[in-house]
């Protein structure tokens, strides 16, 4: 029943105020008709309503109709420490100012519109504060008691019906969400939607829905409207520690957060620098829960002020209807991929089926690694594929995987011996993993890896490498480049595995290689085993008998050739104290062409004799020795100088004394390298004057 101490036109106010209330205008625009109304019914020249917010201790600006000339500059927010609005509040009751000027606070802006009364009224909402309304007038004694009683009665009508109001919107814009959200085919296009409906309930300059992966710690932001943050890029997976999604998932609780926060000298979440500097230090993160798992969060940033409890409370029923929609689309998501890992593993796998079956195909046909190439190219983008052997030690590439693969363009048989400093394959060594290498890469317009710039320079925008690695060494890289595009994160494991299959097939094919190598070592081996004993027992006959038969120098000559490569042979004795040639094996040897008669009693310094003398091993001086250039063997010189260009010579031995040398000569360029230094013929020579004698 209507009060019957209220007047015509106040009914008529709230008979119109209740009808733009409950009208279909936006909540802003029933605010502002409102406005309108009581400033038509009280003559005032401004109307304020703002919304108390306890948690910032502030009102905020909701609407306002400003008729003041000039027009006062309404502040979005105000301080609720000091003031008219600061004693209303406190008090409960209105605040009336009837002589603005003379009032000792006040506002300079509102003297300079003109303001001679102001009055601030509380709103209530169920005995709760909801805000004030701000009345001022361009003339004195404006608010008289009748006029204040009159708004007070308004005031309580209108705080319940724009509560109304307001709960209306928001069921309004909820129930659009939830058809929108409820949509059979989830994806993009509905949260971009979902994000223009939650605009219309909660101010936010950025909203992002972000997926979680609890076993690796950290999350990845799916969708995004508003602003981007360098580095909280959709799609990147960040660790959650220290940030303030963290204390979300932990407490499975929607909190508010200022990202400049401090913790003493340290900043409490060090990864937000980047929302500060943007200008959006203030955040709502909400948990996106689904059964009793959380899923994600969702997060709202803004800079133009701190969020309320009351926001708080809206995001986390936005959470509420967006989490079963965003587990659904996640669901999709993880199907849909699965599939297409499903249908790339089973293309890996057939590409390492045939790439076994090549690898246990004989090498000799070139065509194998193109037939390779293709297969790597079904699941690996790949316009050129190179196989790398490398040498640890020296840190240069090796051809050792030349005999498997006769395909030279794909062994790139041309850097064979050339250090792997500054290529792609020297990346991967260093790190012990795959690289890709982009033309735009800084190490690349650094000057870092000047092999790999050659790659680029022949049209190739991106260069992936990954390591062949055998029982925990590297032994070379599987290269590949393509001509256009760049290489991914998913490339590189797919190669990966690749180059696991690669590693063993080389691996085998290395171990079998060299197994072949030592058993033909090892055959040749025995065979210049067997020549050497046959010799040894064919001059042991010789040397059994006097040298000086007809034929004997000869065949002694002959069966020393049959072992090592030469042209003459002279056997010279030593008198080691003299240390000079001696005449011992005159008698013995008889055949001139075996003895240097000239030199008998003379100095062996200067004498391949001497260093065999000096290091007690064989010695061998080709043409270019440094010795010789030095000058410190003319003897040497001197033989050199009749045409000879190598020459060998090894001490005999008897009794643990060197008694003299085998020397052999040859006019080639290289002779065979010392075997059996101290056995075959010097040791016969040896045994065989020292019985003579």
Not at 193 to 213: G, K, M, Q, T, Y
Not at 259 to 278: H, M, T
Not at 478 to 484: G, Y
Request: aromatic share 6%.
């Amino acid at each position: 029943m209507a009060d019957s101490h209220q007047n015509p036109e106040e009914l008529d106010t709230i008979v119109e105020i209740t009808e733009i209330l409950t009208g279909r205008l936006s909540f802003l625009e029933k605010c502002e008709s409102t406005l309108a109304a009581l400033a038509r019914f009280t003559g005032a020249d401004l109307v304020i309503l703002r919304e108390w917010d306890p948690d910032n201790f502030k009102l905020d600006l909701v609407a306002s109709y400003n008729f003041l000339v000039p027009p006062e500059d309404i502040r979005m927010s105000i301080s609720v420490s000091t003031g008219m609005a600061s004693e209303t509040l406190r008090t409960g009751i209105p605040a009336v100012v009837n002589n603005y000027p003379a009032k000792e606070t006040l506002i300079q802006g509102y003297l300079d519109s003109g303001v001679k009364s102001s009055m601030v009224l509380p709103v209530l909402i169920d005995a709760e504060i909801f805000g004030t309304l701000s009345f001022a007038s361009r003339f004195l004694d404006h608010f008289q008691e009748d006029t204040v009683r009159m708004l007070v009665a308004v005031g309580a009508v209108v705080g319940m019906m724009i509560a109304k109001a307001g709960l209306q919107e928001i069921n309004e814009a909820e129930a659009k969400i939830s058809g929108i959200v409820s949509s059979t085919l989830v994806g993009p296009d509905v949260f971009e939607r979902f994000a223009e409906e939650a605009a219309e309930i909660i101010e936010f300059e950025r909203v992002a829905l972000n997926s979680l992966d609890l076993a690796k710690n950290a999350y990845t932001t799916e969708f995004l409207i508003g602003e981007q943050i360098p580095d909280f890029v959709i799609g990147k997976a960040i660790p959650i520690d220290g940030t303030a999604m963290e204390i979300v998932v932990r407490s499975r609780t929607s909190q508010i957060f200022r990202l400049d926060d401090r913790e003493g000298a340290k900043p409490r979440f060090p990864r937000a620098g980047l929302f500060v500097s943007s200008g959006q230090p203030y955040l709502i993160s909400v948990p996106l829960i689904v059964g009793d798992q959380v899923i994600g969060t969702m997060g709202f940033n803004r800079g133009s002020g701190p969020f309320t409890g009351k926001d708080l409370a809206k995001a986390a029923r936005l959470g509420n209807l967006v989490a079963g929609a965003f587990a659904d689309f996640k669901q999709r998501e993880f199907r849909v991929e699965a599939e297409r890992e499903i249908a790339k593993n089973k293309a890996i796998l057939e590409a390492e089926a045939a790439i076994g079956k090549i690898l246990s195909s004989p090498r000799e046909d070139s065509d194998a690694i193109d037939a390779m190439r293709l297969r790597v190219d079904k699941i690996i983008p790949t316009d050129r594929l190179v196989i790398m052997s490398v040498d640890l030690k020296a840190e240069t590439f090796s051809q050792e995987f030349n005999e498997i693969f006769n395909n030279l363009d794909e062994m790139v048989a041309s850097i064979v011996g050339q250090p792997y400093s500054g290529s792609i394959t020297a990346e991967v060594i260093r790190t012990g993993a795959g690289q890709i290498v982009n033309s735009d890469d800084d190490r690349i317009s650094s000057g870092e890896l000047p092999l790999a710039q050659i790659v680029i320079d022949h049209g190739y925008s991106s260069i992936l490498a990954v390591p062949l690695e055998f029982e925990g060494t590297i032994n070379g890289t599987v290269v590949c480049s393509r001509l256009d595009g760049q290489y991914c994160e998913e490339d590189l494991i797919t190669a990966g595995r690749i180059s696991a299959l690669l590693a063993g097939g080389l691996a085998t094919f290395k171990i079998a290689a060299e197994r072949d190598r030592a058993q033909l070592a090892r055959s040749e081996s025995e065979a210049r085993g067997r020549i050497i004993l046959e010799a040894e027992a064919a001059i042991g006959r010789i040397l059994s008998v006097p040298l000086s038969r007809p034929g004997a120098s000869e065949a002694l000559i002959s069966e020393i050739a049959n072992v090592i490569s030469l042209d003459h042979v002279v056997i010279v004795a030593v008198d080691l104290d003299t240390e000079t040639f001696s005449p011992d094996f005159t008698e013995f040897l008889h055949d001139p062409r075996l003895m240097v008669v000239g030199n008998y009693g003379k100095l062996y310094a200067g004498s391949i004799t001497a260093e065999v003398v000096k290091h007690g091993t064989g010695q061998i001086i080709n043409s270019d020795d440094p010795r010789l250039v030095s000058g410190s063997l003319p003897i040497v010189q001197e033989m050199f100088g009749r045409g000879y260009r190598t020459m060998m010579a090894v001490p005999l031995v008897f009794e643990g004394n060197i008694i003299g040398t085998l020397i052999l000569l040859s006019l080639r360029e290289r002779i065979q390298q010392i075997r059996h230094g101290h056995s075959g013929p010097n040791r016969y020579h040896a045994g065989r004057r020292s019985r003579y004698f």
